[in-house]
């Protein structure tokens, strides 16, 4: 899988930009503050129809403009493709494949699929739980974009639920018949959080699990004889046990429900729905959902020891590039491989980790690097050359 074409109008500093792409390696360099990063966002973008520096899109839409237009040309063993993506900021995107509108914009997810390495994935090591659960959905998305829906149908439970759980708190002084009606609707609420977290949480599982070798192996190759690194996923509920406090007759019912939609699936579900049972009173109490894979994590270790808190800069850096790499190999295996993007990546490593780490790409069907300097960039990733002065985008070599 590759890009052909990236052709930008009104998307953050550039009002147009059009770049025929190849095969192969493609570097982009210049001054700070020139761009660079805002072409492979656009990337990034289109196949995740979303930022990894911007949580809205407000931001990408070049000042004085109404909206941004991003196109792009896309072959793969499929064929041709191209996707363009209408940003309108406080009204829903308009998203086009090979010029057929579709009606719900993450129906272009899987056309093209990218991993991206940036200086904002060291917030995956050092950040708060949300930045790495966000990794693994977002993995997941991309491994079967049917988990799009998933990640969206709890969300907005999760929001419902959680709006109930505050009003409860605010009529705490109303009659137990009020109370009771509260408690009936958040027995149905409880149902549908199990049911979609269930999903996601399974799903979440068996990524880490297949994530758990590639991450040891790509860390290693990434420092050397250093290590080891590990992951685990954590859940903010322990596994449903028998005799257990939650309701006996809808655990039975969930665990029945196994043999059609799997045991994991089943057990996961029925767990949760215990965990929301004994939570319940402390949740009416504060108001928000205590348990549930919103509160989950992804623990991340080095030398058995957790990352986020003894991990030196270079080893959070390094462990960070881990897990794109093994996100990386896990989206090839059996596939194409998808856009590799290393965004001022080389600038943050040292000469050591600078080279290994373009060993391990350079050999990705497609890799499009940004750089302030281009000796930053290893030569073993020679290729394509854009420099980008004064606005202007021209092809050096």
Request: positive net charge; hydrophobic residues 45%; aromatic residues 4%.
């Amino acid at each position: 899988m590759y890009l052909t074409r990236l052709a930008l109008t009104d998307f953050r500093s550039w009002a147009v930009a059009d770049v025929s792409l190849e095969p192969g390696v493609t570097v982009f360099s210049g001054p700070n503050g020139e761009g660079k990063t805002n072409l492979v966002e656009a990337v990034g973008y289109v196949a995740t129809l979303g930022s990894h520096r911007a949580a809205q899109d407000a931001p990408l839409v070049r000042r004085g403009a109404e909206r941004a237009v991003l196109r792009a040309a896309v072959t793969s063993t499929d064929g041709s493709s191209i996707l363009e993506i209408e940003v309108n900021p406080g009204r829903a995107n308009r998203v086009r494949l090979n010029r057929a509108p579709l009606t719900r914009p993450r129906e272009i997810l899987g056309v093209l699929r990218t991993v991206l390495f940036a200086p904002e994935d060291l917030a995956l090591v050092k950040g708060d739980p949300g930045e790495r659960r966000r990794f693994l959905d977002d993995l997941l998305v991309a491994m079967a974009p049917r988990y799009a829906a998933v990640r969206g149908d709890y969300d907005r439970v999760l929001r419902q639920r959680s709006a109930l759980l505050k009003s409860a708190g605010l009529k705490s002084g109303r009659s137990a018949q009020a109370r009771d009606a509260i408690a009936a609707t958040l027995d149905v609420w409880d149902a549908h959080l199990a049911r979609t977290g269930a999903e996601l949480l399974v799903g979440r599982e068996r990524l880490v699990r297949a994530l758990r070798p590639l991450v040891e192996r790509s860390y290693t190759a990434v420092v050397g004889a250093q290590g080891p690194a590990a992951i685990a996923y954590r859940r903010s509920f322990g596994e449903a046990a028998p005799g257990g406090t939650g309701n006996t007759a809808e655990r039975q019912n969930a665990e029945k429900s196994a043999g059609t939609r799997g045991a994991e699936l089943g057990m996961a579900e029925a767990g949760l729905r215990d965990a929301l049972a004994d939570a319940r009173t402390s949740e009416l109490d504060r108001g928000v959902c205590l348990v549930g894979p919103h509160r989950d994590e992804l623990e991340l270790f080095i030398r058995e020891m957790p990352a986020r808190g003894y991990a030196s800069h270079g080893e959070s850096w390094s462990l960070a590039l881990a897990l794109r790499l093994a996100s990386f190999d896990l989206l090839r295996a059996g596939r194409e491989d998808p856009v590799l993007i290393l965004d001022d990546v080389f600038a943050e490593l040292d000469a050591g980790r600078r080279d290994r780490l373009a060993a391990l790409v350079a050999g990705a069907e497609q890799v499009l690097v940004t750089a302030a300097a281009p000796a930053d960039v290893p030569p073993v990733l020679a290729g394509a050359r854009f420099t980008i002065s004064g606005g202007v985008l021209t092809r050096a070599g």
